[in-house]
C-alpha cells in the first residue's frame, strides 16, 4: 500500500524559503508520478508541481514557476518541494500526491495522497 507523509511547512515571512518533503514508501515507484497540490481555504485543491520518478521530467503551475523547484532522491524515496520567494497567496495546507503513469494536474486523477502539511507566509 503507498504511503506518502509529508513534512516540512511553517510559518515564514514574505520573500522567505521553505522545502517540503514527501517520503513515499509501499511500492517501487519508477513508473509513478508524484505531485504537490495546495488548498487554501475556501478555494480548490490546485496543482502545483509534478515529478515522474523515472527520467525525472518535471512540471509547474505557472504561478509558481521560477520559484519552486521539485525534485527527488531515489535513495530515500523522497520528493522535495523547495520553495523560494514565497508570497502570502502560497499560502495553503501543501499535499503530496502519487499515480500510476503520466501527470496530470487534476487532483482526481491521484489515487493515493498524504496528510498535508501547513504553510503560512506572513506579509
Known amino acids: 500500500q503507498v504511503q506518502l507523509v509529508e513534512s516540512g511547512g511553517g510559518l515564514v515571512q514574505a520573500g522567505g524559503s521553505l522545502r517540503l518533503s514527501c517520503a513515499a514508501s509501499?511500492?517501487?515507484?519508477?513508473?509513478?508520478?508524484i505531485g504537490w497540490f495546495r488548498q487554501a481555504p475556501g478555494k480548490d485543491r490546485e496543482f502545483v508541481s509534478a515529478?515522474?520518478?523515472?527520467?525525472?521530467?518535471?512540471y509547474y503551475a505557472d504561478s509558481v514557476k521560477g520559484r519552486f523547484t521539485i525534485s527527488r532522491d531515489s535513495a530515500k524515496n523522497t520528493v522535495y518541494l523547495q520553495m523560494n520567494s514565497l508570497k502570502p497567496e502560497d499560502t495553503a495546507v501543501y499535499y503530496c500526491a502519487a499515480r500510476y503513469g503520466y501527470y496530470y494536474t487534476e487532483h482526481t486523477h491521484y489515487p493515493y495522497w498524504g496528510q498535508g502539511t501547513q504553510v503560512t507566509v506572513s506579509s
Open positions: 509501499g511500492r517501487t515507484f519508477s513508473s509513478y508520478t
Open positions: 515529478i515522474r520518478w523515472s527520467g525525472s521530467s518535471t
